[in-house]
């Protein structure tokens, strides 16, 4: 049923706006805006009070920042129901008002600010996308603010404090240099053609210079990101990667070098573009089991989709080109904070290129070497572990590490902000092919620390144990405690962890540790065989919420995800490690010994992504009219109390991290923390 629903929705085609010639609508004009509504759906005075609006907020634009959008726009108001969005515009000159209820706006009241919440946004975005040649990397929070600013601005003829919110930089800029900086600011786009991942630098360049202030460019870290994701400029594609592919090296890159991938091919319709967007749409509405779906607006994960189409379906139409449209989406499925949710296939993601033979970890707001390979180019560079790296390409570590921070949470559909801490350290010292990682490095040592400069070549990984790779590793240490590494959920591992724990039930093991930090998962049913060796009576773990296609919209299934006892149960004690990378299926583990206060969970926090694809035999579907694939999360885990793991992950019981000496030292800390859990 679920797959034949699917495969309905992905042929689907898109709602296509009215004509302009449609003999059903009624048009109405005032001061170059044109109202088209269906007088049975609407009546004509409703039609007036509605333009009256709109009118009225653009006067409102040119008095608080005295700008002015199109000349002409054309307003469409329709009743279309079971639909989850509202309003959008085509970012030019056409606004749709697609109301699935009409209560949502009745009775139409003077200064009705239902109204005004759709206008402002409306014309904020209409003039913004007329300064953009790009649609990828723009903030949202530009258009907020400008929302914000103007609704502060318009009540009753007063200024309202904007208080925390990010239309303050605006009112800052005002107050700090001067009324009229802000008119200035934005007044001084007209005319100028911006890529939007560059648009927050502009904002920084044109402040700086009405204020004769560099320092005034810090305002705008509020509405976007202080390093832009994307590099300045273009480059050339490249061939094909792969001889008789299509994957090739696309014209953009990311802001450390790092270049994007498209696909050599004819330029996708807009038709189509349009086509899949609404697609994507139609499966989250149908399938992610949030019962507040139903509410209004819809929200999923507590992302409003009538905002989230508002701000999307200009982007889409207005998209550069097809690397900026598959680089739009990325950012869309990001919002929802799901690994689940995203693009599967290769389309605008990077094309990685690290210094093999090093690894990194992170301590308080710090870098630190935590390995280093024999016979690595940085082992003969002089690099040690335990050293602080400070700088990368002459950039601060801090910095070059927060916008690849940013990179991943806005494209790469990180449930956390640990998780996208995690995946930016993993990639931090990645750059351009061929190149180098000009790096620096401080050695520990106190007010004697040495400074090492140093060349690193970038490439890809060589060698390494790919041969030797083994799902479950066992160890017995000299203290008498076992310590069972997973790696992965993959395959047979429930097979290999039960073949190491009657290792170490046979060698009188005094306690196991389960170490799964780094395991990003696998299959749920190698899981439940791992707790079921560990656990002496059922136990409920938690529970899995679906939805039924053939209930309301706010119904979920609820199935409780159950553990039963396999025999032989070690008896003796239990902990278990984790890191920000244990998500998935992983994190059930620590989930299970919680439950059953069979142990302590030992590390740092998990992912918190343990949700599941649409369906698990075929997770990634394609989308009918671009190619494009993507998977969609259908399966969210919950804890007992109810509490979604989703974001918010399993918080160690026995909270730790290694410090800059343990790093030095090689002295694994949160497992010896573990150790001397279970010798209590």
């Known amino acids: 049923m679920l797959a034949s629903l699917l495969a309905l929705m992905l042929a689907a085609p898109a709602l296509e706006p009215a004509q302009a010639n449609d003999p059903l609508f009624t048009t109405i004009r005032r001061a170059g805006l044109e109202f088209r509504y269906i007088g049975t759906e609407i009546s004509d005075e409703e039609a007036e009070l509605m333009l009256g609006h709109f009118a009225q907020v653009r006067r409102w634009f040119g008095e608080t920042f005295d700008i002015t959008t199109a000349t002409e726009i054309t307003i469409t108001v329709r009743l279309r129901q079971s639909l989850r969005r509202f309003f959008y515009t085509n970012g030019k000159d056409q606004v749709f008002i697609d109301f699935s209820d009409p209560g949502l706006f009745r009775p139409i009241q003077e200064d009705d600010e239902r109204l005004y919440s759709i206008a402002r946004p409306v014309f904020a975005q209409l003039w913004l996308s007329e300064k953009l040649t790009s649609m990828a990397g723009l903030d949202p929070r530009v258009v907020q603010s400008i929302d914000e600013f103007i609704k502060a601005y318009s009540t009753r003829g007063s200024r309202q404090s904007l208080g925390e919110t990010v239309g303050q930089v605006w009112e800052h800029l005002d107050t700090f240099y001067g009324d009229g900086v802000s008119s200035f600011v934005l007044n001084s786009l007209e005319g100028e053609k911006i890529p939007a991942h560059l648009l927050g630098k502009r904002l920084r360049e044109i402040a700086a210079d009405a204020t004769e202030d560099e320092e005034s460019g810090s ?12 590099a300045a400029e273009d480059f050339e594609p490249g061939d094909p990667l792969v ?22 091919g004819e330029p996708l319709a807009l038709a189509s573009r349009v086509v899949d967007f609404d697609s994507i749409f139609m499966l989250l509405s149908k399938t992610y089991p949030d019962s507040a779906i139903s509410a209004r607006p ?3 994960n507590d992302v409003d989709l009538w905002q989230l189409y508002f701000e999307f379906r200009a982007r889409v139409e207005l998209a550069k080109d097809n690397l900026d449209y598959y680089l739009v989406l990325r950012e869309l499925l990001s919002r929802f904070r799901d690994r689940w949710i995203n693009i599967r296939s290769t389309h605008g993601a990077p094309h990685w290129m690290g210094v093999p033979g090093i690894d990194l970890e992170l301590v308080g707001d710090k870098v630190f070497v935590s390995y280093i390979s024999e016979d690595s ?87 390494g144990p790919s041969s030797e790779f083994r799902l479950v590793e066992h160890e017995k240490r000299d203290d008498g405690i076992s310590v069972i590494r997973i790696r992965s959920f993959a395959g047979d591992a429930g097979t290999q962890f039960s073949v190491a724990l009657n290792e170490a039930m046979g060698q009188n093991a005094k306690g196991v540790v389960i170490d799964v930090r780094g395991n990003e998962g696998g299959d749920r049913i190698g899981v439940l065989a791992v707790l079921g060796r560990l656990l002496d009576d059922k136990v409920v773990v938690g529970e899995i919420r679906s939805r039924d296609p053939q209930q309301p919209d706010g119904f979920l299934n609820k199935t409780q995800i159950q553990v039963n006892p ?28 919680l439950v059953a206060n069979r142990g302590p969970v030992v590390g740092r926090t998990t992912a918190g992504s343990a949700n599941h694809p649409i369906m698990p035999a075929q997770p990634w579907q394609t989308l009918s009219s671009t190619g494009i694939t993507v998977s969609m999360a259908a399966h969210l885990v919950h804890n007992r109390d109810g509490s979604a793991l989703q974001g918010s992950g399993v918080t160690p019981t026995i909270p730790c991290e290694r410090t800059p000496q343990e790093i030095a030292q090689g002295i694994d800390a949160p497992l010896e923390a573990a150790v001397n859990a279970l010798r209590k």
């Open 243 to 264: 001889p008789g592919t299509t994957l090739r090296l696309s014209r953009m890159a990311l802001s450390n070098g790092v270049r994007l991938t498209d696909h050599v």
């Open 219 to 230: 305002l705008f870290d509020t509405i976007t990101p202080p390093t832009p994701i994307y």
């Open 377 to 463: 180019a940085p082992s003969e560079a002089g690099v040690r572990r335990g050293m602080e790296l400070v700088e990368i390409d002459g950039q601060p570590t801090r910095i070059r590490w927060q916008a690849l921070k940013d990179y991943f949470l806005r494209n790469e559909s990180c449930n956390s902000d640990k998780q996208a801490e995690a995946r930016a350290l993993n990639v931090l010292l990645t750059g351009a092919e061929n190149t180098s990682a000009e790096v620096k490095l401080v050695s520990p040592g106190g007010d004697n620390a040495a400074e090492l400069s140093a060349s690193l070549p970038r490439g890809l990984p060589t060698g």
């Open 298 to 300: 819809p929200t999923i």
């Open 566 to 593: 396999i025999p032989p149960v070690y008896p003796g004690p239990v902990a278990v490690l984790t890191d920000e990378w244990t998500s998935g299926p992983a994190e059930l583990v620590a989930m299970g010994l």
